[in-house]
């Protein structure tokens, strides 16, 4: 029997790190759907569709098909995006790509493509994925729900100490206005756009250590799972 596990909220609310803990745990599949949005992002980049800060849309949507994006297991059953075969995990982690992925991630068509590769992955086993419409529109029949929340402080200073090493020209400043601005897009787009998915359990970590919050989702998970296999 497999189970599919959503957790859905802004950027650096934390979702990701406890999803990737959550699948361990339950020995599930990671899936990190923002980073297929960083990977076309980045493919866009790398193929000079950006000018004068707009992005060639249509030429973008054209050439996905033959852009060789996709998600790729490796050894110790991690999945990592990769372009033409190349790991891509470092290049779509950095501010370049951040400025930018909300913008691309508004369209329909691009959601459309990244919609099929998180609908064929999961269809042979369990996962855990996280975004920012997992529960209310990839997956609205997944077995269990989070929606995981934080204050902009606090995630503004995670953000901060995330990124800090490789971009030391980086301020606070910048970064807080980063994550309002794509907070504002992502709860505002016409498609899909983030919410808090019915039957999710709402989780606001601020002042919560991830243990104690992976404990809490542990215990949710395995309740309902349990109910479901006897
Ligand atoms: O989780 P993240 O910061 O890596 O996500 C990057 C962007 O991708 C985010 O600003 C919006 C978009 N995204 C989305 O629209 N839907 C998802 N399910 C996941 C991410």
């Not at 949005?37 to 849309?57: C, S």
């Not at 994925?129 to 997944?142: E, L, T």
């Not at 995670?158 to 301020?171: I, N």
């Not at 999710?200 to 919050?213: E, K």
């Amino acid at each position: 029997m497999n189970f599919i596990v959503t957790i859905d909220g802004p950027s650096s609310s934390g979702k990701s790190t406890l999803a990737k803990k959550l699948a361990k745990k339950l020995s599930f599949a990671h899936i990190d759907s923002g980073s297929i949005y960083r990977a076309v992002t980045l493919y866009a980049l790398q193929n000079n569709l950006l000018l004068n800060g707009k992005f060639l849309i249509n030429k973008l949507i054209s050439s996905l098909s033959t852009s060789h994006i996709s998600l790729k297991e490796n050894k110790n059953g991690i999945f990592k995006m990769h372009i033409n075969d190349l790991d891509v995990e470092d290049k779509i982690r950095g501010s370049k790509v951040s400025n930018h992925v909300s913008e691309i991630a508004k369209f329909q068509k691009i959601r459309e493509f990244v919609l099929k590769i998180q609908r064929d992955i999961s269809k042979d086993k369990s996962i855990v994925m996280d975004g920012r419409d997992i529960g209310s529109f990839v997956f609205p029949n997944a077995d269990v729900k989070f929606y995981i929340d934080s204050s902009i402080e606090t995630r503004s200073m995670r953000r901060y100490h995330q990124l800090k090493q490789s971009e030391k020209k980086l301020s606070i400043d910048d970064v807080r206005y980063d994550l309002l601005s794509r907070d504002q897009i992502d709860k505002t787009r016409k498609n899909s756009p983030l919410i808090i998915p019915k039957n999710s359990l709402f989780i606001n970590n601020d002042d919560r250590s991830i243990g104690d919050v992976l404990n809490q989702m542990l215990d949710h998970t395995k309740s309902i799972i349990n109910k479901k296999m006897h």
